[in-house]
């Protein structure tokens, strides 16, 4: 790859990036002076999604990790984390190859283990879209981006997922047995690899599809065997009820889907044209993404198209999933320094960022509409490079944005 032109933002946008970064840390400990983050008012830990890894792993370490995917058993063993018990419940439904890293973060203690997560998983969050971007100026938009923060609020794993979709991308081209060892690692959520092998082969890397089967098997193997294999039977058999409660009961308010489905639902239509709309749009989103990765175009669209669309094929999305956009924005970026911006491309990102920022406002698949707009940035940057083939420059509003 050519050695890339620095990136250059306006003022503005800097100063922008800067209020984000600020004003999200402000936010991060003002919810925690308030009672609203980590601790209540009253001192007693708050119930949010990790303690749901927790507790998973406290299961594993005592040697009942088939019991984490019992809910009513699950829901015991996350009161008893807390110490207190609480309204609803955070069902385990990740595969038990995750128990690999929910046990170590159990031998900790709740606020520790907290801590700990996300010290080890923002980090590498950082240093994938700054190892994309490719100078310390990555660090900023990392920072600034507003979906990193739902994923601190309530302790999710967006950050390692990012990591980890971007670092298989980062690495496809010259690393690729390191590649695939990512996409392996990546199988604690197999919602959002789908579309993974689908490019792959498209792209002829068989070396790292190899690789990343290889890990998911030792993955496999290896919780199987400090586990249990009852484990593995446990999850299997969970699923078809945690799909049930998940997207046809609606176990979590509607809105918080931010995909089609989940618009669809919000929306107040049924099941059936949830699916029928989702389905469609993944079909689509699927065969386009095959002709993307099969022509001659440069691999940062490709890239970017991928994290892209990993977002808009998976019913199951919540905003702290959005942290893998920054992925396809920092691939977007790259393309834009390398052959130049398009006019109003910086804008639609900056959009695209605005209307993750309103969740907390208006509690809507805002990031559902978020995706579309970088999916159709990506798409018009794409016809653009189609439409111009051996062109070594886009037609471009400005050299910086």
């Not at 239509?269 to 699916?275: H, I, K, P, V």
């Amino acid at each position: 790859m050519n050695r890339l032109a620095k990136l250059e933002l306006s003022r503005p946008v800097e100063l922008t990036c800067f209020a984000l970064c600020v004003a999200q840390s402000v936010y991060l400990l003002a919810s925690l002076l308030q009672g609203h983050w980590i601790f209540a008012a009253d001192g007693q830990l708050i119930a949010t999604d990790f303690v749901n890894v927790w507790a998973a792993g406290r299961q594993a370490l005592d040697g009942v990790a088939s019991s984490a995917y019992d809910v009513s058993v699950h829901k015991g063993a996350e009161v008893a984390a807390l110490g207190h018990p609480f309204a609803g419940e955070y069902p385990w439904i990740y595969p038990p190859s995750f128990f690999l890293v929910a046990g170590p973060l159990a031998l900790l203690p709740f606020v520790v283990a907290y801590a700990a997560w996300m010290a080890l998983s923002f980090p590498a969050y950082l240093a994938t879209i700054r190892a994309i971007i490719g100078d310390r100026l990555g660090l900023l938009l990392a920072c600034s981006y507003p979906g990193i923060l739902s994923n601190l609020l309530v302790g999710q794993n967006g950050f390692a997922t990012a990591a980890l979709i971007g670092g298989s991308l980062i690495l496809l081209e010259r690393r690729p047995l390191l590649a695939g060892c990512c996409i392996g690692l990546l199988s604690f959520k197999p919602h959002l690899g789908i579309l993974l092998p689908l490019v792959l082969i498209a792209g002829g890397h068989w070396r790292a599809m190899i690789s990343a089967a290889s890990v998911g098997a030792l993955l496999f193997l290896a919780s199987a065997f400090v586990f249990g294999l009852d484990s593995w039977y446990a999850f299997l058999h969970s699923l078809p009820v945690a799909s049930q409660s998940a997207l046809a009961q609606g176990r979590a308010d509607w809105a918080k889907l931010q995909s089609a489905f989940g618009l669809i639902r919000v929306l107040g239509s049924s099941a059936a044209l949830g699916w029928t709309v989702h389905c469609m749009l993944g079909a689509a989103v699927a065969m386009l993404l095959w002709k993307v990765w099969r022509s001659s175009i440069e691999f940062d669209l490709k890239a970017a198209a991928l994290a892209t669309a990993i977002l808009l094929v998976t019913p199951y999305l919540f905003l702290y999933d959005l942290v893998v956009l920054a992925v396809a924005i920092a691939f977007l970026m790259r393309a834009g320094r390398s052959g130049g911006f398009l006019r109003g491309e910086m804008i639609g990102l900056g959009l695209a960022c605005f209307l993750i920022l309103l969740f907390p406002l208006v509690t809507a698949p805002v990031g559902f509409a978020a995706i579309l707009v970088v999916a159709l940035l990506i798409g018009r940057r794409v016809l653009v490079a189609l439409a111009l083939p051996g062109r070594s420059r886009m037609p471009v509003a400005a050299a910086s944005a």
